[in-house]
């Protein structure tokens, strides 16, 4: 079974430009999750999507920070304008039935 | 109230040890106690769970104890190997499957 697939790997972008990170969770999975991890901290949600719908998006900066999960599968977040604070991993995650939730690699972002 | 509360931040073992680290939560709502294993450069990976209704799981030498009354959990790793060193994070859910992260510790077993 294929995982979570992320992409790109590594983004280095100035500030104020911005930056689009792409999720595949695994297939049939309704539940997709986007973490952000701040190096030596935990992951942090930012939006978790059911199917196509939100479920919550509390933590999410919503003045430079969106995301979508079109058709109910693969999933984007963007960020615009970047800031220096923004440097971090950011995971996607995916759930079948919610009691497991399976991590990608990350898409690691350092913004200059 | 959402926080999940983690300890130590960084722990050193010897190669056989027992390697012990600690959470604390508030809120009574959660029902799902994971833990987390992350290797640098990897996303975590579910190591082990626990629900409020058991006070112990032991997976071979991966085990967590429950204590619903303090509100704790624990994860021990007995006879501790050197790829055992990784990054653990616990974490908490309730029924809306949103995940509550401690802040993790940073694991090195000495061979």
């Known amino acids: 079974e294929a995982g979570v697939a992320q992409s790109p790997r590594y983004k280095i972008i100035e500030k104020r430009q911005s930056v689009a990170f792409w999720c595949n969770p695994i297939?049939?999975?309704?539940?997709l999750y986007w973490y952000q991890q701040i190096l030596g901290q935990g992951p942090k949600l930012l939006i978790q999507f059911q199917n196509n719908g939100v479920v919550d998006d509390s933590q999410l900066p919503k003045d430079r920070f969106s995301a979508e999960r079109l058709k109910g599968v693969d999933s984007t977040l963007k960020i615009q304008p970047a800031k220096l604070e923004d440097s971090a991993v950011y995971l996607c995650a995916s759930s079948f039935n919610g009691n497991t939730i399976y991590f990608g690699e990350g898409s690691w972002l350092t913004v200059v | 109230q959402q926080q999940v509360k983690q300890s130590p931040q960084s722990l050193i073992v010897q190669k056989g040890g027992i390697s012990i680290i600690n959470c604390a939560y508030e809120n009574t709502a959660f029902d799902y106690f994971p833990w987390y294993q992350q290797f640098p450069g990897k996303g975590p990976a579910l190591l082990i769970a626990?629900?409020?209704?058991?006070s112990e799981k032991k997976e071979g030498r991966f085990t967590i104890s429950f204590n619903k009354s303090a509100k704790q959990f624990s994860l021990h790793i007995m006879d501790s190997q050197p790829g055992d060193s990784a990054t653990y994070f616990c974490?908490?859910?309730?029924?809306?499957?949103?995940?509550?992260f401690g802040t993790g510790t940073r694991l090195k077993v000495l061979a």
């Open positions: 626990i629900r409020p209704d058991v």
């Open positions: 974490a908490a859910s309730s029924g809306t499957y949103k995940y509550i």
């Open positions: 297939s049939g999975h309704a539940t």
